[in-house]
């Protein structure tokens, strides 16, 4: 059984790398202090122990990646999350995005298509802390109907394009940040839904995500 310890090591390695993303334009102290509290190194296999607090991506299972705080923080940040509101994740992963939006005080609904890392989160670390957070396994373009609308949309992998469906289930005035593919990278967008239904768009920097696909896998 794999002990979890938050040392003060990895606490100050935390707080660097807090202070990095600062540095990187991240001003939303919220979303700072949420990831100043995430035991990052919990959520990445223990051989990564030591440069769990550097800010790149790393593998997880199933040649899938947990993100790069900076886009975590960057795309947390479009996403102006505020307490109590109905989140919908696509892409779960580690469930290290899913815990930074739980640690806003988000209600997380959380998707991810590949049956191992679905089952890998049963064990979840956190789940005591986040109880808010719920995992689902299935299709990201298909979403949640039973449990929408929602206040956000966070899409964690490259969409080939916005899904409709997705779209269906936002609230008027619901925003969706989504890394829409452009080849070998991806620009982060950030849609809001209006009065009428439609779509404002704004496009920010480029980042590269592994791609959202279709269907579900191992189940
Ligand atoms: N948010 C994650 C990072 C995920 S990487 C974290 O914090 O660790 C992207 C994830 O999206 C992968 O696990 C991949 O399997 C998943 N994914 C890709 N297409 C999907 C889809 N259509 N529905 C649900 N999950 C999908």
Redesign the pocket.
């Known amino acids: 059984m794999r002990k979890f310890e938050d040392t003060y090591r990895h606490k100050g390695l935390r707080k660097q790398l807090v202070d990095g993303l600062r540095e990187k334009g991240i001003s939303d102290e919220k979303v700072l202090q949420a990831i100043n509290q995430i035991p990052r190194h919990y959520?990445l296999d223990t051989a990564l122990d030591r440069i769990a607090y550097e800010d790149r991506a790393f593998p997880?299972a199933?040649g899938?990646?947990?993100?790069q705080p900076y886009t975590?923080a960057f795309q947390t940040q479009l996403l102006q999350v505020k307490p109590g509101e109905k989140i919908l994740?696509?892409?779960?992963?580690?469930?290290?995005?899913?815990s930074v939006l739980a640690e806003l005080g988000a209600q997380v609904y959380t998707?991810?298509?590949?049956k191992a890392?679905f089952d890998s989160n049963k064990h979840f670390v956190l789940k005591a802390k986040y109880p808010q957070i719920k995992f689902f396994y299935?299709?990201?373009?298909e979403g949640l109907p039973t449990f929408a609308p929602f206040d956000k949309i966070i899409i964690?992998?490259a969409a080939p394009f916005i899904p409709p469906k997705l779209v269906d289930q936002m609230k008027i005035g619901a925003m969706m940040v989504v890394p829409l593919d452009e080849g070998e990278k991806q620009r982060m967008h950030r849609l809001t839904k209006l009065p009428d239904g439609s779509l404002k768009e704004e496009a920010f920097t480029a980042f590269s995500?592994?791609?959202?696909?279709?269907g579900r896998t191992g189940g």
Do not use: K, N, W
């Open positions: 959520f997880i199933e899938q990646t947990i993100s975590v994740e696509i892409g779960t992963g580690s469930a290290y995005q899913a998707i991810e298509r590949q890392l299935g299709d990201g373009f964690t992998a995500f592994v791609p959202m696909l279709t």
